[in-house]
């Protein structure tokens, strides 16, 4: 990567000088998918309507973290964007937008201070699920968290990314400084409200005098993030190499499909992001809903029944006629009826673009990637449909206790070819024990309090989950499902 000029010829190259980029945003949790989404986004800003003042500050937190880091700091934070489109072709660009970066456990100080500096006018993040530390039960922030506890004893060296927020905007409040807007880009329904919540529940308990200067020098907008972005494969990395010429560490590849709406509540000027395609919006929760009860719940559906039939990408699931037949109707007949706030053509479109996007042959993206941490994503993408079609009086849900059935399968980790795989999941033992206990009490699945919550105890659901559990204990999922769509079972 020193020399851009040598690339130029097989790839698009920044057509900024990046010596000339001053920083705005610190975005925190510098994954595949903030490269491919929110940094592609600020690298066209900055390159087709000259924002030279939104460069990006990247910040890692995890020690393993720490690969990426490396990567991206030895190649002056450049890296290729390999956006693979289901025609086959493959265009390189080097993206030249994250022109600092941090690894917090190297010097967390260092970090505190960037946060605290006033050029720094939105603070992002792509963290996860598990970075918001919340309860499995209630949803709230988890205080017991040992992370959090280990914060408590030593706030200079945080291990949480509220640790860092902290001591960041107290350096702020205490040099007489505002605050900034602090922008989640995850997949959490109302991401925003929740890092929030969980943010102000932390300072409330560790550092309560903050708390009123955070609510008036705070914003937390709400957004919606879309780009299907798999985890980048030693074979990737070697074409670039190859019919590129370009060597690169850590390339990411992702799919010419791109979205970004985010609530319009920001507590300084934002930047022009409507100058390359980002919505701003009033209220986020039709689109939002739309795509987690929709793309997010149809990746779990397809990771979990691919895997169980033995494929090991989500466009092997997708390109299986049965499959895509149940992902359809799941979606018509089960989904849409929910999604009221959202227009009717609006569902189509999306629906239409979806189905095409999961059978783009050129992603490969895992369904390994997909199931990780299904405990935490089927109550979003999955039992958020479920909760809101058990309270109405036309109940059609066949199709989401068919797949919880498939789940609980699924943790036995052995397919219908009799190959085993693992279970990645913070929960997995739990998992894995329930799932084998339901060989002989089939309901102990539906005991996963944190998952399920009083869900086994509701006589229509779990009948007609029961129903298809023992179905499937005794019949392969392909089997299963070809039963299903011809209304056999």
Not at 294 to 306: E, K, P, T, V
Request: contains cysteine; negative net charge.
């Amino acid at each position: 990567m020193e020399n851009l000029e040598t690339i130029k010829e097989n790839a698009s190259t920044p057509l900024f000088d990046r010596d000339k980029i001053t920083t705005s945003i610190a975005h925190i949790g510098v994954s595949n998918f903030h490269r491919s989404h929110q940094a592609n986004y600020m690298h066209d800003l900055i390159e087709k309507h000259q924002g030279f003042n939104y460069g990006i500050c990247g910040i890692d937190l995890l020690d393993s973290d720490r690969k990426t880091y490396n990567v991206l700091k030895d190649q002056d934070g450049l890296y290729t964007l390999i956006t693979k489109d289901a025609a086959g072709l493959h265009k390189p660009k080097i993206i030249g937008s994250i022109v600092e970066y941090f690894f917090g456990p190297e010097n967390p100080m260092a970090v505190i201070e960037r946060l605290a500096t006033p050029d720094i006018k939105i603070i992002s993040l792509t963290i996860a699920e598990d970075g918001y530390h919340l309860n499995e039960i209630t949803g709230e922030f988890n205080q017991k968290h040992p992370a959090v506890a280990e914060d408590i004893v030593n706030p200079f060296n945080p291990k949480t990314v509220f640790g860092y927020l902290t001591q960041a905007f107290k350096l702020r409040k205490h040099r007489g400084l505002s605050g900034c807007t602090i922008l989640s880009c995850d997949n959490i329904k109302n991401n925003g409200e929740t890092m929030q919540q969980s943010f102000f529940n932390y300072v409330n308990k560790n550092e309560p005098e903050l708390l009123p200067w955070l609510k008036n020098n705070t914003t937390f907008p709400n957004t919606m993030v879309d780009k299907i972005t798999p985890v980048t494969r030693p074979k990737d990395i070697d074409t670039l190499k190859k019919d590129f010429l370009i060597e690169d560490q850590w390339p990411v590849v992702c799919e010419s499909f791109s979205e970004w709406i985010i609530e319009d509540k920001f507590l300084k000027q934002k930047p022009e992001w409507e100058q390359v395609g980002v919505q701003f919006v009033k209220n986020i929760a039709p689109y939002q809903n739309m795509k987690l009860q929709l793309l997010n719940a149809g990746h779990s559906i397809l990771g979990i029944l691919g895997t169980l039939h033995g494929y090991k990408t989500v466009q092997e699931a997708a390109n299986d006629a049965d499959f895509m037949l149940f992902l359809e109707n799941f979606m018509d007949l089960e989904v849409a009826p929910t999604l009221v706030e959202a227009k009717k053509i609006s569902i189509e479109e999306y629906k239409t673009t979806l189905i095409t996007r999961f059978k783009n042959p050129n992603i490969n993206d895992s369904l390994s990637r997909i199931c990780s941490e299904s405990s935490a994503k089927i109550p979003i993408f999955i039992l958020s449909t479920l909760d809101i079609q058990l309270s109405k009086k036309e109940k059609s849900f066949n199709r989401i206790a068919f797949v919880i059935a498939a789940w609980c399968k699924y943790n036995d980790g052995i397919d219908d070819l009799g190959y085993h795989y693992n279970i990645e999941d913070s929960i997995s033992n739990i998992l894995i024990r329930m799932a084998a206990l339901s060989q002989q009490n089939p309901i102990k699945f539906l005991e996963i309090e944190p998952v399920f919550k009083d869900l086994g105890t509701n006589p229509n659901f779990t009948k007609v989950y029961l129903k298809y559990l023992n179905y499937l204990r005794e019949h392969s999922v392909k089997e299963s499902i070809i039963n299903f769509n011809a209304n056999l079972i």
